[in-house]
């Protein structure tokens, strides 16, 4: 009989992609949520699982064998009235992660971890193989352009899994990597992150080295010998380990004669010498220090050739969110950035800067996470937006705000103009459409920095400047 697995809270990325393997591996899934958006409504729909657009007790089937719980705040048994029937059932209940424990327990896993990089890294690793004509299985975080989806059962023993050092549940602390059962590694880099959870730097790099110590003898670690962190915490791995970098020393693979125009060119090198030429549409040079990390793991590993890397690192076309062009038929080149942390905006800022040295570089920035609506962390706006001209900064999200030390927008503005940016507030989605109305000149860089949406406006930006600077 096939077996009948429920999900709360499905319409986020990670819930959806469990939800897609545990469908591919004959399971039969339902789930509710309150927000469903394409692409990953479309995915549901598409795989005809059917979900609920509300919580309600009765949504969870009475023959369900499993009943998996995302980790969105709003699901704690003393709010959701779902999730406390679900607990209460009897029924087993599970986090992702512990799912995702269940159907890696007997393949070849390759585990992509760090602060940043991870769903680039990840997701160029699964196209890598695809394009080599392997079948991999793959779960990433992201949404890529190119993939069916951003989940795939395949018929080879290769995983390629998205490590995330968040915990797993509201109920269990596991970071979600430790699930994971990793052979080989890849560390892109260890700043801290999430100071919601993890208040100090040594406390986030803990589960890193619980990742680290579950590689096996035969396994292989290839870290960022640019990142400091990552670098240290390879020095401190027993087993069998590669640095990759393009700045540090101690890099065994790296890149040189690195050429950054509309399309990336450089030479990849191992212990110095050339090993291929490499082409990528992918702006910025963390990008290219990705793609080194990557092609270190592929070609140390022996699971591709030179030639077929080659070809899918110039086929692949980039992870939604990660400075994909979204107005290629106006003159404004509008790109969207994935602003979660300031390490993460400073790569993209920079990535635009090198790629467009002499435009003009206007921002829209949403403090959306924890992190950057976090008074602790005020000290970030004093340099995160270097490069720009002008800043057009959105209200700070609400969810959460009583569980921290919450920032308002007219602290973060005092302080961005403080620190000698010139920044505005913008309250709605209208009211960013008048500014950048009246802001926006025809050569324009404009950069959309958040992990949330911009109260809309990332839909409405690029039609409007399509509409106003047509390019010719």
């Known amino acids: 009989m096939m077996k009948k697995a429920h999900f709360i809270g499905i319409a986020g990325k990670g819930m959806s992609a469990v939800a897609l393997l545990l469908k591919q591996h004959g399971w039969e899934i339902s789930g509710s949520d309150t927000g469903f958006y394409p692409p990953v409504s479309t995915y549901l729909e598409e795989n005809n699982i059917p979900f609920a657009k509300e919580y309600k007790k009765e949504n969870i089937p009475e023959d369900a064998d499993l009943v998996v719980i995302g980790k969105n705040a709003k699901l704690i048994p003393e709010e959701n009235e779902e999730v406390k029937a679900a607990f209460k059932s009897g029924k087993s209940v599970r986090s992702f992660p512990e799912v995702i424990a269940g159907l890696v327990a007997e393949t070849h896993n390759i585990v992509v971890a760090g602060s940043f990089g991870k769903s680039t890294s990840t997701a160029l690793l699964a196209w890598c193989l695809k394009s080599a004509g ?50 080989d590694v890849l560390l892109t880099s260890a700043e801290h992150d999430h100071i919601n959870v993890f208040k100090t730097h040594e406390a986030y790099l803990e589960p890193f080295k619980q990742l680290l110590s579950l590689i096996p003898k035969d396994g292989l670690l290839v870290a960022s010998a640019d990142d400091e962190s990552a670098r240290a915490l390879a020095h401190t791995h027993t087993g069998k380990k590669v640095l990759y970098g393009i700045t540090n020393k101690e890099a065994l693979w790296s890149a040189t004669d690195i050429v950054l125009s509309e399309k990336t060119h450089f030479t990849l090198t191992k ?35 030179p030639e077929e890397l080659v070809k899918g690192i110039k086929t692949f076309e980039g992870v939604t969110r990660r400075l994909i062009l979204l107005s290629p038929n106006s003159s404004v080149r509008v790109y969207e950035g994935y602003g979660s942390s300031y390490s993460k905006a400073r790569a993209a800022i920079k990535a635009v800067k090198d790629h467009f040295p002499h435009q003009r570089l206007v921002m829209v920035f949403e403090p959306h996470t924890f992190s950057w609506r976090n008074r602790d962390t005020l000290s970030w706006y004093d340099t995160v937006f270097e490069g720009g001209q002008k800043i057009l900064i959105y209200e700070p999200a609400t969810q959460g705000a009583t569980t921290h030390n919450q920032l308002s927008q007219e602290e973060i503005i005092k302080r961005v103009c403080g620190a000698g940016f010139d920044a505005v507030p913008i309250h709605s989605k209208e009211d960013g459409v008048r500014m950048l109305n009246t802001t926006l000149e025809p050569q324009d860089i404009l950069l959309l920095l958040t992990s949330g949406d911009l109260g809309g406006l990332i839909e409405v930006i690029p039609e409007l400047v399509t509409k106003k600077f047509p390019r010719s």
């Not at 995330?164 to 269990?172: G, K, L, V």
């Not at 110095?272 to 793609?291: C, F, Q, R, Y």
């Open 271 to 305: 212990s110095g010498e050339p090993v291929m030429a490499v082409e990528t549409s992918l702006l910025g040079k963390h990008n290219v220090e990705n793609i080194v990390g990557v092609s270190a793991l592929l070609l140390e590993k022996q699971l591709v050739t």
């Open 134 to 183: 392997k079948d991999p299985s793959y779960f990433i975080g992201e949404i890529v352009r190119g993939f069916d989806a951003h989940a795939h059962s395949g018929e080879g023993n290769l995983f390629v899994l998205e490590g995330d050092e968040y915990p797993s549940a509201n109920w269990d602390s596991t970071s979600k990597f430790l699930y994971y059962n990793p052979h």
